[in-house]
Nanobody, 120 residues
Framework: QVQLVESGGRLVQAGGSLRLSCLASGRTFIKDNMGWFRQAPGKEREFVAVITWDGRRTSYADSVKDRFTISRDNTKNTMYLQMNSLKLEDTAVYYC?????????????WGQGTQVTVSS
């Protein structure tokens, strides 16, 4: 059974940058499309970004396009989310998951997530 561990979240000022990491254990995700989701306080979890298994294609939510970059290192079974120009509305718990690239829906169970807090 796969376990997902997200890390890298912290308190950061608006305009700053963070890089989140997602490590999968229990199985390799080398053939899986993977992505990031987030859940802000009082809101539903939403799709953020997805990357194909080979890293050739990516897709982003409009709210993060041109600010966030998703990437992966299959040799390390790890995926990343580089977040630049952070805004207050990026404050959320960020989760990674295997993703259906076409409809952006999650496939596996959720990990604990990592908290990102953007302050003014």
């Amino acid at each position: 059974q796969v376990q997902l561990v997200e890390s890298g979240g912290r308190l950061v000022q608006a305009g700053g940058s963070l890089r989140l990491s997602c490590l999968a254990s229990g199985r390799t995700f080398i053939k899986d499309n993977m992505g990031w989701f987030r859940q802000a306080p009082g809101k539903e979890r939403e799709f953020v970004a997805v990357i194909t298994w080979d890293g050739r294609r990516t897709s982003y939510a409009d709210s993060v396009k041109d600010r966030f970059t998703i990437s992966r290192d299959n040799t390390k079974n790890t995926m990343y989310l580089q977040m630049n120009s952070l805004k207050l509305e990026d404050t959320a718990v960020y989760y990674c998951n295997r993703v259906n690239f076409n409809d952006k829906t999650p496939i596996w169970s959720w990990g604990q997530g990592t908290q990102v807090t953007v302050s003014s």
